[in-house]
């Protein structure tokens, strides 16, 4: 299965955990064509067909992101608006991500313990990150479960980031 990993982050330079995360991809070059949003439209304009192609090229994409606002950085919410179009994506012939495989790669700042519907967050990720499994379903597309590691706005080691980069390709090869 051959897999494009979209990386969206504002301020990768600043970066722990996705920087960290990137590097280990570049380590096993045949796992996935990494493509870098912020990096290639500096400007927030999306190249939509290029985009679309990359989609249609690849039969799993995972989304990764630090999770801001219980949410997606604003270029990848951008990314669904432009890319996610009537007739490519959904409408009576829209069917070009009809059974592909998606699916997020999150770095959470919170703790994994708070983000439970008796906790300080009340909802979980699951829940939070509702709209993105609504809109794989309303194109047909599959998703999958998410990787997330938490903890990232509390002092996390180099050692405990290393290990959450390998676990993230040990994700990505399943
Ligand atoms: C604008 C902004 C919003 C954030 N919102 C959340 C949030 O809603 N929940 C959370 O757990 N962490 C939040 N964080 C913390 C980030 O998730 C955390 O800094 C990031 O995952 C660390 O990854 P990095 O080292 O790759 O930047 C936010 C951080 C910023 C800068």
């Given amino acids: 299965m051959n897999t494009l990993v979209i990386l969206a982050h504002p301020h990768l330079e600043t970066s722990r955990v996705n920087r960290r995360w990137k590097a280990e991809l570049l380590k096993h070059p045949g796992i996935c064509t990494l493509h870098e949003l912020y990096h290639d439209y500096p400007d927030g304009q999306i190249d939509v067909p290029r985009e679309q192609r990359l989609l249609e090229e690849h039969d799993r994409t995972?989304?990764?992101?630090p999770f801001y606002w219980y949410s997606y950085p604003p270029l990848?919410?951008?990314?669904?608006?432009?890319v996610f179009t009537y007739g490519w994506a959904y409408g009576?012939?829209?069917d070009k991500l009809k059974g592909k495989a998606m699916g997020?790669?999150?770095?959470?700042g919170d703790k994994e313990?708070?983000?439970?519907?008796?906790?300080p967050i009340s909802f979980t990720v699951d829940?939070?990150?509702?709209?993105?499994?609504?809109s794989l379903r309303h194109v047909g597309a599959i998703a999958l479960p998410h990787f997330a590691v938490y903890g990232a706005s509390f002092q996390m080691t180099d050692e405990q980031i290393d290990r959450s980069?390998?676990?993230y390709v040990r994700y990505l090869k399943k």
Avoid at 76 to 82: H, I, S, V, Y
Avoid at 113 to 119: I, K, P, T, V
């Fill in 92 to 94: 009576s012939r829209g």
């Fill in 76 to 82: 990848l919410k951008k990314w669904f608006d432009d």
């Fill in 104 to 108: 997020l790669a999150m770095s959470i």
């Fill in 165 to 167: 980069a390998e676990a």
């Fill in 113 to 119: 313990q708070h983000y439970r519907a008796d906790g």
């Fill in 62 to 65: 995972i989304l990764q992101f």
């Fill in 127 to 134: 829940q939070l990150t509702a709209p993105f499994q609504a």
